[in-house]
């Protein structure tokens, strides 16, 4: 009898752990906020984009392929791009087409899927002019004197139920910039006006360009209707872009905006959050250089999404060795037919406990040893294999040949050619049945040198890079 998933979610607005229940189980909807395209994407970006494509890989599990909508949006025109622009003396349209390309390359290398729709602000402000018209017109914003128009936030009710900040203590704080042409300190630009030598489009209140948050309004409610399941993001876009969000979508829609909402942790280096502002941050084309995708994907998660996520060689090291431990067990394995067992099960009751991607791992090791028990065995280990690659597929593991992950090169295997060390293994082995363990030895120190692990099994001998 196939397994009865029982997913709950940590649902941020409710601040406690849910059964999920979506609008329409024939057409599950999911929001994610995706990257501001003016640099490369770090490994807190990594973050973002391989949490939220295993929950959209588990959703298309639970509910089918084609019952999921999965948006991610891009950011494309913003203070940091305008800046960024000017300071390369660049159009910005140039410097956003770039980074785009980069942000799909190192998502790709990651094995992250490609959205349903990735839309892009720039490509959506007549979505954006209708929604701040709504809201003028619903009493919740005005246009300043300055050009300016601006969220009133004291005509939401429900204002801080995402962040459970409440607008007095914000204000008593003064955590907010005063501004002379806003009527209350807490309220935000929603359209800004132009300024000499800034891009800008037209609008009923003058030249301008829109604030970031009616952006992610516009972009979700055009892809998805008024009201949808799933919004996702950063623990640091909580407050205020999604708290925004909300005030935003709800004055102009007058209906719930979002169902649950998922907020992944920071990714930490030294105890203090990894952000381009702080100056600590890795970008994911310098992690490369040393580790392969799969391991910072496994890296990633290795965590469960919602706990802080610390970064370090010696945690990607780690990662690196699970993976092989994997690979190695499915190495000499033929194809198999996949059945669930006992271990998918346990499998899914992880990951349908608010999607458990440490748990789940844990049980791909149970796999893993038993398929290296039937090996050990001389017994046929194909149907324990399939089933651990299936597993595995979920998170978006172990889809590789086995070798091409354990050859892969990394800085301890580069430069060294694949049939070179071929040809070493064979003199090896030749010398071996020739019994001149000396030189067996000294062939195998030199490839221990280059990096190179040799494994001798009543199979033969191969070989994988450290």
């Known amino acids: 009898m196939a397994y009865s998933h029982q997913l709950k979610v940590h649902n941020n607005l409710s601040k406690r752990l849910e059964p999920f229940h979506p609008i329409d189980p024939a057409n599950v909807r999911m929001y994610v906020c995706g990257m501001t395209v003016y640099d490369y994407c770090h490994i807190g970006h990594a973050r973002v984009l391989v949490v939220f494509d295993v929950i959209q890989r588990y959703l298309r599990r639970i509910y089918g392929e084609r019952a999921v909508t999965y948006i991610r949006n891009i950011t494309d025109i913003d203070d940091k791009i305008i800046q960024r622009a000017n300071e390369n003396g660049e159009d910005f349209n140039d410097l956003t087409a770039r980074f785009i390309e980069a942000m799909h390359e190192d998502a790709d290398l990651m094995g992250v899927a490609r959205p349903d729709d990735e839309p892009r602000a720039t490509l959506h402000m007549g979505e954006i002019l209708v929604m701040i018209e709504k809201l003028i017109a619903n009493g919740y914003a005005y246009a300043a004197d300055n050009g300016d128009v601006y969220y009133d936030v004291s005509k939401f009710v429900g204002y801080g139920k995402l962040s459970g900040k409440n607008p007095d203590d914000l204000r008593a704080g003064e955590r907010v910039a005063v501004d002379e042409h806003k009527d209350d300190p807490l309220d935000f630009v929603l359209w800004k006006a132009a300024k000499p030598g800034e891009p800008y489009w037209e609008s009923p209140w003058g030249n301008g360009r829109p604030g970031w948050h009616i952006e992610c309004s516009a972009m979700s409610t055009h892809a998805l209707g008024n009201h949808f399941d799933i919004h996702g993001g950063g623990l640091d876009l909580q407050f205020p872009h999604h708290e925004n969000e909300i005030a935003q979508s709800e004055g102009a829609c007058g209906c719930q905006f979002v169902n649950y909402w998922l907020h992944n942790g920071f990714v930490r280096v030294d105890n203090e959050k990894m952000s381009k502002s702080l100056g600590n941050f890795f970008t994911i084309r310098e992690v490369l250089k040393k580790y392969d995708a799969e391991v910072i994907r496994y890296f990633i998660l290795s965590s469960h999404y919602r706990s802080p996520l610390n970064y370090s060689d010696s945690h990607l090291d780690n990662a690196k060795s699970a993976l092989t431990t994997l690979y190695t067990s499915l190495r000499g394995v033929g194809a198999g037919e996949y059945n669930e067992g006992k271990q998918s099960e346990r499998f899914f009751r992880a990951m349908d406990e608010d999607f458990n991607s440490a748990?789940?791992?844990?049980?791909?090791?149970?796999?893993?040893?038993?398929?290296?028990?039937?090996?050990?065995?001389?017994?046929?280990?194909?149907?324990?294999?399939?089933?651990?690659?299936?597993?595995?597929?979920?998170?978006?593991?172990?889809?590789?040949?086995?070798?091409?992950?354990l050859k892969g090169g990394t800085l301890s295997g580069d430069g060294v050619d694949d049939a070179a060390i071929d040809a070493m293994v064979a003199d090896r082995n030749r010398a071996k049945q020739e019994k001149n363990w000396g030189e067996a030895d000294r062939i195998r120190d030199e490839l221990k040198a280059m990096g190179i692990v040799l494994e001798d099994s009543a199979g033969g001998t191969t070989w994988r890079r450290e």
Request: aromatic share 4%; charged share 30%; proline share 2%.
């Open 359 to 405: 748990e789940a791992l844990a049980v791909l090791f149970e796999l893993a040893r038993e398929v290296n028990r039937l090996k050990g065995a001389g017994e046929d280990a194909a149907g324990v294999a399939a089933e651990l690659k299936s597993l595995a597929a979920l998170l978006g593991l172990l889809q590789r040949k086995p070798d091409e992950f």
